[in-house]
T-cell receptor, first 112, second 117 residues
């Protein structure tokens, strides 16, 4: 089983749509969770961190369910500029190497 | 703050030659740098972790004699792909962690697209 699993998509949605991405992780001791965005041929960029209480940043809402080891990202009112690959990223438990584990990414295309 | 500069951004080389990729931390000291490889439509795969002043730690399946990593200073880490072959064509990205272990941040270089012909 992969450490971080995501639905690869692709998700093709019209502008203005709401779209949700899911992610599961296998290490229950994982410490922190993030969503990164990667545009084609570019480096990943941090979109937002994910907290147990859920957090929102404009049109983006992230949720974490530690009991189910499940993370989600909701994008409301999709824009053309939201087209990218969204990576679910997990930071291991404290004390281990300073590294992140990446999901394989979910590709989103927002259509006009 | 916490910027990593990576270059070249792209390189085309002939099979059998070596290519060096550099990553520099511009405004912080990067004691740990990570090198990733990403094939089309796949996720970033960690190749190795490099610590300043010591040997890099390679992930399983990554040949340390083929992918030479040097981290001689707190601001510079290099990855050399030796005797490159077409199957080494990929997107290589470095990353550095900064801050305390209890709450470290993470920043990426802009990546190097390597094409071996």
């Amino acid at each position: 089983r992969k450490e971080v699993e995501q639905d690869p998509g692709p998700f093709n949605v019209p502008e203005g749509a709401t779209v949700a991405f899911n992610c599961t992780y296998s290490n229950s001791a994982s410490q922190s969770f993030f969503w990164y965005r990667q545009d084609c041929r570019k480096e990943p960029k941090l979109l937002m961190s994910v907290y147990s209480s859920g957090n929102e940043d404009g049109r983006f809402t992230a949720q974490l369910n530690r009991a189910s080891q499940y993370i989600s990202l909701l994008i409301r009112d999709s824009k053309l500029s939201d087209s990218a690959t969204y990576l679910c990223v997990v930071k291991p438990s404290s004390g281990s190497a300073r590294q992140l584990t990446f999901g394989s990414g979910t590709q989103l295309t927002v259509l006009p | 703050g916490a910027v990593v500069s990576q270059h070249p951004s792209w390189v085309i080389c002939k099979s059998g030659t070596s290519v060096k990729i550099e990553c520099r931390s511009l405004d912080f000291q990067a004691t740990t740098m990570f090198w990733y490889r990403q094939f089309p439509k796949q996720s970033l795969m960690l190749m190795a972790t490099s610590n300043e002043g010591s040997k890099a730690t390679y992930e399983q399946g990554v040949e340390k004699d083929k992918f030479l990593i040097n981290h001689a200073s707190l601001t510079l880490s290099t990855l050399t792909v030796t005797s490159a072959h077409p199957e080494d064509s990929s997107f290589y990205i470095c990353s550095a962690s900064y801050g305390p272990l209890s709450n470290y941040g993470y920043t990426f270089g802009s990546g190097t697209r390597l094409t071996v012909v």
